[in-house]
């Protein structure tokens, strides 16, 4: 890094030296505009964001408790008819549900009209994959609109 010694400062000329004197502190007042200035804003926008979260994670780590307890029961040890019961309206079949009558403590027979047919095999799917029920029979015939059915299923778990 060369420097500016008083000597060659002197040997400068009065323009030279003008530039010099009046150039340094407006760089510096460019840079500290320019850099320093919006690196700070950014800094406590950040510091103020992060709050916020801390505040939001606080809250919710106080409710928590409190949603995990009204909560529906979505658990594997769920009884049959409780899982079916609220799945069925989460996977859009709500309106197609027309009955589940139990077969024993592990079995369960659900009928169901004018069931779009795809989400009647998606909700049967994720049946299986999550809860590892299976469809121990079903009987399936179209119905008046089209791609829906009228499905009558015996459900079943280990």
């Given at each position: ?42 800094v406590s926008r950040l510091h103020q964001q992060v709050a916020r979260k801390q505040s939001d994670l606080a809250w919710m780590r ?40 139990p077969n024993g403590s592990k079995s369960l027979s659900v009928t169901l009209r004018q069931a779009p047919f795809d989400t009647l ?38």
């Amino acid at each position: 890094m060369a420097t500016l010694s008083l000597s060659a400062l002197r040997a400068l000329s009065e323009r030279e030296r003008r530039v010099l004197l009046i150039g340094a502190p407006v760089a510096v007042l460019l840079f500290f505009l320019a850099v320093v200035l919006p690196l700070d804003r950014s800094v406590s926008r950040l510091h103020q964001q992060v709050a916020r979260k801390q505040s939001d994670l606080a809250w919710m780590r106080q409710v928590a408790p409190e949603l995990a307890a009204s909560a529906p029961v979505r658990s594997a040890s769920a009884p049959l008819i409780v899982l079916v019961d609220q799945s069925a309206p989460q996977a859009g079949l709500g309106q197609a549900l027309s009955g589940s009558t139990p077969n024993g403590s592990k079995s369960l027979s659900v009928t169901l009209r004018q069931a779009p047919f795809d989400t009647l095999i998606g909700w049967l799917a994720r049946l299986h994959q999550q809860y590892g029920v299976r469809v121990d029979s079903a009987t399936i015939r179209r119905a008046h609109g089209p791609g829906e059915v009228n499905a009558s299923l015996v459900l079943s778990r280990p």
